[in-house]
Every structure is written in C-alpha cells, then in structure tokens.
C-alpha cells in the first residue's frame, strides 16, 4: 500500500473555506486514481471528488459540484481538496484514499485499497 496522511481539517464558519492535503509516502502517487470521502457519525462514508492518475478527468458528489476542487501534484505526492463555501452539512471526517488499478475516477469506496487516517472538518452556522 501506499501510506496517506491526510491534514488541513479544522474548525470553519459556514462560508468559508480549507485546503486538505494528503500526503503520500512508500509509493509514486502518479500510479494511483485519487479520491476523497467523508463520513459524518452515524452515516456511510460518502464520494466527494475523485482524480485521474495526470489529473486529466475529475469527478465530484452532487452535493459538493463547484463548491469544491480536488487537484494532485504528482512531482510532490500530494493530491488536494480545495473547499469553498462550505456549509454545515460538509461536517465530517475526509478521507484520502488511492486506488492502484483503475483508470478512470471510481465513486465507490471498495474500489480503494490505501487510505489516510482522516482529518476533522467541522463548519459552524
């Protein structure tokens, strides 16, 4: 596996916004689909944004479409969740997670063998 390390989370007002980042480590990142999930207490870790190996092709959650970005920096390891406007529902843990085999973006969750700890996200209203 490749190790994950996710950071960036933290306590916002709604409207505002945080950059997460997720660090690699053991591997090359540019082999891997990226993805990001949440998971609320209580609640099934959910798709938020998925990228290609180049970043060519992206994919994001209805709920999360032009409000947030997902990015990589291959030359870093590094893959990114820009979000703006956040609201109260954007509540959760985020995940960072990769995937070796696939191609193209995959929103399920068992598709991705290697996964960060996850960082707190909580937006106040």
């Known amino acids: 596996q490749v190790q994950l390390v996710e950071s960036g989370g933290g306590l916002v007002q709604a409207g505002g916004s945080l950059r997460l980042s997720c660090a690699a480590s053991g591997r090359t990142l540019s082999y891997y689909v990226m993805g990001w999930f949440r998971q609320a207490p209580g609640k099934e870790r959910e798709f938020v944004a998925g990228?290609?190996?180049?970043?060519?092709?992206?994919n994001y959650a209805d709920s999360v479409k032009a409000r947030f970005t997902i990015s990589r920096d291959n030359a870093k390891n590094t893959a990114y969740l820009q979000m703006n406007s956040l609201k109260a529902e954007d509540t959760a843990v985020y995940y960072c997670?990769?995937?070796?085999?696939?191609?193209?973006?995959?929103?399920?969750?068992?598709?991705?063998?290697?996964w960060g700890q996850g960082t707190q996200v909580t937006v106040s209203s």
């Open positions: 997670a990769a995937a070796r085999y696939p191609l193209v973006v995959i929103t399920t969750a068992n598709a991705y063998e290697s």
């Open positions: 990228i290609t190996r180049s970043g060519g092709n992206t």
